[in-house]
C-alpha cells in the first residue's frame, strides 16, 4: 500500500518547476471570446463531438490481436495466452472491447489521457482492465521519478504497475494534454459564433437599427408611448417568422441600421472557417465530419488512406506502446506484441483490390488462398500453389539450356543430312 506521505519531500506548491504533482482534470477556463470551455461544453460544438466520435469510433472498429513471434520470423495469434481474451474481446464483465476502446480514445481526444485499472491473477497475467474516469486520477510523480495514481474518490494511490495509462502529447512526461486544453480559445470562438448566429435568427434577420424622427414632429412626451411603439415595431418586424416583412413608417419617421448583417458580417464563413481550425487540431479532413463545402471525391480514397496513415496510426501506436509497457510481462515483450490489424481500412476499391492481386499471382508471391483470405474467403483445395512467371528464369539456366550435348549433336547432324 502506498500512502501520500511518500510524496511530501519533493512537493514544491506553487513553484513553476514542481513536477511532484499533476492534475488530469481539466476544469477548463474563460476563453478570449468570454466563453467559459470545458470538456463537456465543447463536445456540445457538432465539429468536436464528429472529430471525437470519428476517431474513437475507427479505433474502436478495428481488431486488437496480441501476436507472438516465432523462432523463423513468423508471427501467429497468441490466443492460448490469457491477455488475448482481455484485449480481444471482452476488456472486462461490463464492456465489450468495441465499448472499452471507444472510450479509450475519446478520452485521449477529450482530456488526453485515459486510465485503467489493472486486475491480475496470481501469476501476474492481467484478467481485467476497468477505465476509470480522468477527473478522478491524479498523477503524481514519485521519489523515483515514476507516475503514481491518486484515486481522488477512494483516497488510494497505485503504483503504475496496477494502472493502465495512454497519454497524448505531453510536455512534461506524466500527463497529456487535450486539443480542449491547449486550444480553448479556437473552440470558444467557435461557440461564440454559434451563439452569435442563434441570437440573429431569435431577435431578427437583421441586425438592431433606430427609428428617427423629424426635428419639426411634435416630440413624444411620456415612455409609455415610445415603449409602445418600439414594442409594436419589434413584434411587426423581429424574429424568424417576419422575415422580410415590410414596414409603414409615418411623420417624416425613417429607420437607419446601425450594425452589419449577416452577408456583410461574413457570419457563415467564420462558421465555417471555426470548422476547419476544429478539424486541424484533431488532424480530420473536414469532409469526414461532413464539411463538404470544398470537397473533392476525385481523390477520396487517397484520402481515406492519408487518414488511416497520418491520423489513426500516431493514436494507435500510443495505445499499442501503452499496453505492452503495462500489460506484458518484461520477459514476454521479446515474444509477445499487441497490434491493431488495419488492413480493412487500408484497402482500395474492389477494381484497384483485383488488379493487385493479379499481379501478385501472376509474379507468384500470391497464392489463391493467400487471396481468399484477403477477401475473407474460406481456402480451396490445391489453392496453395505458387506460379514462376516463364520470362523471370535465371540466365544461367537460359545458357547452360543453350548448350546441346554431343549426343543431341549427333541428332540434330542426322536431321539436317536427310534434308
Not at 143 to 162: C, F, G, K, Q, W
Request: charged share 20%; proline share 5%; net charge neutral.
Amino acid at each position: 500500500m502506498f500512502i501520500p506521505q511518500m510524496f511530501k519531500g519533493t512537493s514544491r506548491t506553487g513553484s513553476n518547476g514542481d513536477w511532484s504533482r499533476w492534475i488530469s482534470s481539466i476544469s477548463g477556463r474563460t476563453t478570449a471570446a468570454g466563453i467559459h470551455v470545458t470538456p463537456e461544453s465543447a463536445l456540445a460544438s457538432s465539429a468536436v463531438r464528429g472529430c471525437v466520435t470519428l476517431l474513437a469510433e475507427s479505433v474502436a472498429q478495428l481488431p486488437c490481436e496480441l501476436y507472438e513471434r516465432s523462432d523463423k520470423g513468423e508471427r501467429k495469434r497468441a490466443t492460448d495466452h490469457p491477455l488475448y481474451d482481455v484485449v480481444h474481446n471482452l476488456p472486462n464483465r461490463k464492456d465489450t472491447a468495441f465499448e472499452y476502446f471507444e472510450q479509450t480514445q475519446g478520452c485521449l481526444g477529450v482530456r488526453g489521457n485515459h486510465y485503467s485499472l489493472i486486475e491480475r491473477d496470481g501469476a501476474g497475467y492481467v484478467t481485467e482492465l476497468i477505465p476509470i474516469n480522468p477527473d478522478k486520477v491524479t498523477v503524481l510523480k514519485g521519489p523515483d521519478a515514476m507516475p503514481y495514481y491518486h484515486l481522488t474518490e477512494v483516497n488510494e494511490i497505485l503504483p503504475s504497475r496496477l494502472v493502465h495509462h495512454v497519454r497524448g502529447f505531453s510536455l512534461d512526461g506524466y500527463i497529456g494534454l487535450s486539443p480542449i486544453q491547449t486550444n480553448a480559445d479556437v473552440i470558444g470562438l467557435s461557440q461564440a459564433t454559434e451563439g452569435h448566429a442563434a441570437q440573429v435568427f431569435a431577435n431578427g434577420t437583421t441586425m438592431s437599427g433606430v427609428i428617427e424622427r423629424p426635428r419639426e414632429a411634435a416630440p413624444i412626451t411620456t415612455q409609455a408611448a415610445v415603449d409602445a411603439l418600439l414594442n409594436k415595431w419589434q413584434e411587426r418586424h423581429s424574429g424568424l417568422r417576419n422575415a422580410f416583412s415590410v414596414a409603414l413608417l409615418q411623420e417624416g419617421m425613417t429607420y437607419k441600421q446601425l450594425a452589419m448583417d449577416n452577408e456583410k458580417a461574413q457570419l457563415l464563413q467564420s462558421r465555417n472557417f471555426s470548422i476547419t481550425e476544429i478539424c486541424r487540431l484533431y488532424k480530420v479532413p473536414p469532409h469526414m465530419i461532413q464539411q463538404l463545402d470544398k470537397a473533392s471525391f476525385n481523390n477520396i480514397e487517397h484520402q481515406g488512406l492519408q487518414f488511416v496513415i497520418y491520423t489513426l496510426l500516431p493514436w494507435l501506436k500510443r495505445i499499442e506502446a501503452a499496453m505492452m509497457r503495462d500489460l506484458l510481462l518484461r520477459s514476454e515483450r521479446s515474444r509477445f506484441y499487441i497490434e491493431f490489424n488495419v488492413s480493412g481500412l487500408l484497402r482500395g476499391d474492389q477494381k484497384s483490390r483485383y488488379e493487385a492481386y493479379a499481379l501478385g499471382r501472376q509474379w507468384g508471391w500470391l497464392s489463391v488462398n493467400d487471396i481468399r483470405r484477403l477477401e475473407n474467403l474460406p481456402p480451396i483445395s490445391g489453392g496453395d500453389k505458387y506460379l514462376t512467371p516463364l520470362n523471370m528464369v535465371d540466365s544461367k539456366q537460359i545458357q547452360q539450356s543453350m548448350n546441346a550435348t554431343p549426343q543431341q549433336m549427333k541428332d540434330i547432324e542426322a536431321i539436317l543430312c536427310r534434308n
